[in-house]
């Protein structure tokens, strides 16, 4: 019996001191934040804060309804406005009680 020859065998060597090709990272993987495990520690409820970031109602201060543990620890916020949204933590930075957004008084 007589076998083909194989397919591998028709490509050309590989040129000498070439290397391995670098790794491709593709434009749509996402980027995962460890640092929100830890969370804000210092968040309780009734707290003032201001939602940092690119989300929804960011720089908005808020007030802190509930907070849920887990391995992304989040808070459940109320915002000046009346709305409320679920924040992680580590997106919430705690601001004093006199402190206003800069558009209201200035």
């Keep these: 019996m007589t076998y083909p020859v194989a397919r591998t065998s028709k490509k050309p060597a590989p040129a000498v001191g070439t290397g391995p090709e670098p790794a491709y990272v593709r434009p749509t993987v996402v980027a995962i934040d460890v640092r929100a495990t830890k969370g804000g520690g210092n968040i309780a409820i009734g707290d003032r804060v201001r939602i940092v970031g690119s ?52």
């Design 55 to 106: 989300g929804l109602y960011a720089g908005e201060i808020a007030v802190v309804e509930t907070v849920a543990g887990g391995v992304i620890p989040a808070a459940v916020v109320r915002t000046e406005a009346g709305r409320t949204r679920r924040v992680r933590t580590i997106d919430l930075e705690p601001v004093g009680e006199d402190d206003r957004l800069v558009a209201e008084g200035d």
